[in-house]
């Protein structure tokens, strides 16, 4: 069992930045990949970004390329998201999920994970 607990959303205006983290306790020494979703109201939770956690290869949905980072620290057992140049569309619950399976191209659907965070808000104004 893995128990990820997300933080760091809040409110911003556009173009500002939010960093999100994601602390995972448990059996974290089984995790093969970590992601964080977000799902705005009425609509289906998307994939933003995954992370290989044993080699750190980084994996990204087109809308949060070149704008979103998503890192680890291994130590710590704690992912990030770093999130740029935030545009309203970005508005959403973001939640951290983390599964020790193999989900080869599936690694941004939510099926593909088993272990949920509770998420956290983040607000983009205009």
């Known amino acids: 069992q893995v128990q990820p607990v997300e933080s760091g959303g809040g409110s911003v205006q556009a173009e500002g930045s939010l960093r999100l983290s994601c602390a995972a306790s448990?059996?974290?020494?089984?995790?093969?990949?970590m992601a964080w979703f977000r799902q705005a109201p009425g609509k289906e939770r998307e994939g933003v970004a995954a992370?290989?956690?044993?080699?750190?290869?980084?994996y990204y949905a087109n809308s949060v390329k070149d704008r979103f980072t998503i890192s680890q620290d291994n130590a710590k057992n704690t992912l990030y998201l770093q999130m740029n140049s935030l545009k309203p569309v970005d508005t959403a619950m973001y939640y951290c999920?983390?599964?020790?399976?193999?989900?080869?191209?599936?690694?941004?659907?939510?099926?593909?994970?088993?272990?949920w965070g509770q998420g956290t808000q983040v607000t983009v104004s205009s």
């Open positions: 999920a983390a599964t020790n399976t193999w989900p080869g191209t599936d690694r941004l659907k939510q099926y593909a994970y088993d272990y």
């Open positions: 448990g059996d974290t020494n089984r995790i093969n990949y």
């Open positions: 992370i290989y956690s044993r080699s750190g290869t980084t």
